[in-house]
């Protein structure tokens, strides 16, 4: 299983998904999500690399978009593949995708 | 509208299980436990009701559902909290909503008033809890314009089905026309939480049905837990499609879609055509009728509530949905129902010819045995087939007729809830068995006696709950009403763990009234069957429940009359327990033929266990008693036939007859002396009663082959008359038993 990457930039917290974002990813990406929202009040998901999405880390994802809107917290999916794209114009999410993504 | 009088019948017909739905759902709502599936089903027993009214125009109906539904919302969502004084409002809600349907299937408006005080009961626990306001009933012209349908704070699962969906049609039609030669499809996709654990994959489907035409896809957050409750593998999401395509797609693409995930998700699948104004378009719709045009002729007609009038509003809709596996009710029966409703007529003249049938085929069979040995090989062989086939096509049909006792069970809950208060007693009620099957006749006729015992149980058999604790026994008492096959018959226990029969004060009260002489001495079984005496009660005060004396005689005579029996037996201070024991079907039985004398008799196949011919030193005499004969080493009572019937000529010494052995429903056997035994064969059963009168030792009659009427024997019954009579044979005893080693019968 590919992991997710971590870092930490100057109080951000960079989460560089792999490319399998499958059902048995949607569990680390929570708890890295929850982690790096602990850590810091920026969180990036790097999302480049994603060739395979699971509807689970989709709402993974989503949670942390809200999570964020909630908190007062800075989020955003980086540079979404064209997997990651399509899966979330699949699921009727492409607004929200397009709301939380920077290039 | 002769066709739209048959959806209503259906209609009504559906209402009735709902209904019958809800008050199960209701009477198992507990404060402090309750259970989530249970709530949706109620809430979408009424909902369904609700809609299908609302097709109808049943304006008060839908008002009330309505009220109804909104109350069950709150307890859905944990706004209006579950208390008994709730759930008894509900209840008469239920039964209300009962009664609307009622007036609506008579075409009569419901008198004035009707509601009122229901509705008011209802808007007190929304406003005592923390549950959204009261909205205007649907059908009223005050209705609130549709809201942004799925805003964040909706959580609204039929309404995402029923209302919204109605709400999110008309509002489209009135905006965006669906195009000519196009069909719009509104299709609600809610899967229930743990679909991904299944490997399926909604984007998948949600892409699927993107290929099928012009689809936008509305993703569904609201349900969305925060970031700290989220578990990672349960889904949270749903959807609705909208999706414009070609004619050529049909709901069956559409639910193709959805094959693999049917039992996992809600889905709800709307069709709009174009307008009416379109020249090519389907006509304008004024009833559900011609809602089959627009989708699959499966698709049930049946637009919730309609929102204010739009222009476009009434352009044909047609709903469909897949069956979920916890009952979705009558929403969902129409697309993939594996049932049909038969008229009842239909299905007894069927049964009347097959019975009619089995007659002719033994009648051709007796004939056939007097044919010349070795020749018409293949006559022969034909008939046996056809012998076959009538025993398959007996089954079959009285299979149709075979219903689950589920049907009474459950409404017995309710009763054991009333007569609980009435009496001021802890009561819990425990059912098995409610899928066992048998005649509808005799589940019909079963209602009232249970009630009564159950009611009898409650108010004699179980003590008080103080009474309960001194006694080292729970608070609350259980009744267990049980239904299990037996030696070819139903049998129906009631079981208390109450303070048993009072027999020194049931035979007391037999001695006052004059039932039992005074001094006689009566066995516990004699005694606790005193209860079954007309005119018998021990209640020393007559109480709403029971105590009038005019309840298990009745009992009695209902399950007697339907070809059954009754015992019963107690325990004093560990409660009592009353056995039904009824026939299957009342139509057609397996039974052996038997001569005593000149006469034919037919004996239940169920009851026999064997027959032989005793030895001489296998006989015995009880003092006093009856003859008994030693078989497969337990000792068997004699029953002779020919004693009890007063037949002449039979054949009297055991040793040079045949004993038939027969065993009773509670498993006693006896034997009965007849001269031959003449074979099997099937016999239709013709009620002694409705053409003569009841006798005891016979269940019915019945017409043999060879034209001849013979009285089918009621093993039991036999039992009985055998009791009150010295049926020894003219022979000298060859040994003497004390009466205890006998068997009990």
């Not at chain 2, 019948?9 to 009477?27: C, H, R, W």
């Not at chain 2, 049943?58 to 709150?74: I, K, P, R, S, Y």
């Amino acid at each position: 299983m590919t992991l997710i990457k971590w870092s930490d930039e100057g109080g951000t917290v960079r989460l560089g998904l792999p490319s399998d974002l499958d059902l048995a990813m949607a569990q680390p990406l929570l708890d890295s999500l929850r982690a790096g929202f602990a850590a810091s009040q920026t969180v990036i998901a790097e999302a480049a690399a994603v060739e395979r999405v699971s509807t689970a880390c989709v709402q993974a994802l989503l949670v942390a978009s809200r999570h964020a809107a909630e908190q007062n917290r800075t989020f955003a999916i980086a540079q979404p593949s064209e997997v990651l794209a399509e899966a979330c114009e699949d699921l009727g999410l492409d607004g929200w995708l397009k709301q939380w993504s920077q290039a | 509208m002769e066709d739209l009088s048959r959806f209503k019948q259906t209609y009504f017909d559906e209402s009735a299980e709902l209904l019958e739905v809800a008050e199960s759902g209701l009477l198992r709502l507990t404060p402090g436990e309750v259970d989530s599936d249970e709530v949706n089903a109620i809430f979408r027993a009424v909902h369904s009701i609700k809609g299908g009214g609302g097709a109808f125009g049943f304006t008060e109906l839908v008002a009330f559902a309505h009220e109804f539904e909104t109350v069950m919302d709150g307890v859905r969502n944990n706004t209006v909290p579950v208390t008994t004084e709730l759930v008894d409002t509900l209840i008469r809600a239920n039964d209300l909503l009962g009664q609307m349907l009622a007036y609506a299937r008579e075409g009569d408006p419901a008198p004035a008033g009707t509601t009122d005080g229901t509705v008011a009961a209802l808007r007190r626990h929304l406003s005592g809890g923390d549950a959204p306001q009261v909205q205007a009933p649907a059908a009223a012209p005050a209705a609130p314009a549709p809201a942004p349908v799925y805003a964040d704070d909706e959580d609204d699962e039929a309404g995402l089905f029923g209302d919204a969906m109605a709400a999110i049609a008309a509002a489209r039609a009135a905006e965006d026309p669906v195009p000519p030669g196009k069909l719009r499809w509104t299709i609600v996709f809610r899967p229930r939480s743990d679909l991904l654990m299944s490997g399926n994959e909604p984007a998948f489907m949600l892409r699927a049905l993107r290929r099928l035409g012009d689809a936008t896809v509305e993703c569904h957050t609201d349900a969305l837990p925060n970031l700290q409750n989220l578990e990672a593998e349960l889904l949270h999401l749903s959807w609705t499609v909208t999706l414009i395509a070609d004619a050529d797609v049909d709901l069956d693409k559409i639910n193709d879609v959805f094959e693999f995930v049917a039992d996992d998700c809600d889905i709800r699948i709307t069709a709009e055509a174009p307008p009416p104004a379109a020249p090519e378009a389907p006509p304008p719709v004024t009833d559900p009728v011609p809602v089959a045009t627009a989708a699959p002729p499966a698709v049930v007609a049946a637009v919730p509530e309609a929102p204010p009038k739009t222009p476009g509003a009434d352009a044909p809709k047609a709903e469909a949905a897949r069956p979920r596996p916890n009952g979705g009710g009558a929403e969902h029966a129409g697309l993939t129902s594996h049932t049909i409703r038969v008229d009842l007529d239909k299905i007894d003249r069927l049964v009347n010819m097959v019975g009619e049938m089995v007659i002719t085929q033994a009648m051709i069979a007796e004939h056939v045995r007097e044919l010349p040995p070795g020749e018409f090989q293949e006559l022969l062989e034909g008939l046996e087939q056809l012998a076959q086939h009538t025993r398959e096509l007996r089954e079959s049909v009285m299979s149709i007729r075979a219903q689950p006792v589920s049907s009474v069970f459950s409404r017995m809950p309710r009763l054991v809830r009333e007569c609980a208060a009435t009496t001021g007693k802890e009561v819990q009620l425990v059912t098995s068995g409610e899928t066992t099957e048998v005649d509808k006749t005799v589940v019909e006729n079963l209602v009232d006696p249970l009630t009564h015992m159950i009611r009898n149980s409650i108010d004699h058999g179980l003590e008080g709950p103080e009474e309960r604790e001194r006694v080292g026994k729970p608070r609350a008492g259980t009744v267990h009403l049980s239904a299990q096959h037996r030696s070819g018959r139903i049998v129906i226990e009631i079981t208390d763990d109450g303070r048993g029969i009072n027999r020194p004060k049931v035979l007391s009260k037999a001695i006052e009234k004059g039932l039992v002489q005074p001094g006689a001495t009566l066995s516990d079984e004699e005694i606790d069957n005193l209860i079954f005496l007309p005119g018998f009660s021990t209640a020393d005060q007559v109480s709403n429940l029971s105590g009038r004396g005019v309840g298990m005689d009745v009992v009695r005579r209902n399950i007697t009359s339907l070809g059954g029996r009754i015992g019963v037996y107690s325990t004093p201070g560990e409660g009592s327990r009353f056995v039904l024991s009824l026939p299957l079907t009342l139509a057609v039985l397996d039974g052996m033929v038997i001569s005593v004398g000149e006469e034919r008799f037919v004996l239940p196949l169920t009851n026999i266990v064997e027959s032989l011919r005793p030895k001489a030193a296998d006989l015995h005499g009880l003092v006093g008693k009856c003859d008994v004969m030693m078989a497969r080493g337990e000792y068997v009572r004699l029953v002779y036939l020919h004693q009890l019937f007063g037949i002449p000529g039979a054949v009297a010494d055991p040793t040079r007859a045949l004993v038939v052995l027969v065993e009773t429903e509670d498993g006693s056997r006896l034997g009965l002396v007849v001269d031959e035994v003449l074979g099997q064969q099937q016999v239709v059963i013709k009620s002694l009663e409705a053409n003569f009168r009841r006798l005891d030792g016979v269940a019915a009659a019945t017409i043999l082959g060879d034209g001849r009427v013979a009285l089918i024997l009621d093993v039991a019954g036999l039992r009985e008359m055998s009791r009150h009579m010295d049926s020894r044979a003219p022979r000298p005893p060859v040994a003497a038993l004390p009466a205890p080693a006998l068997e009990p019968v």
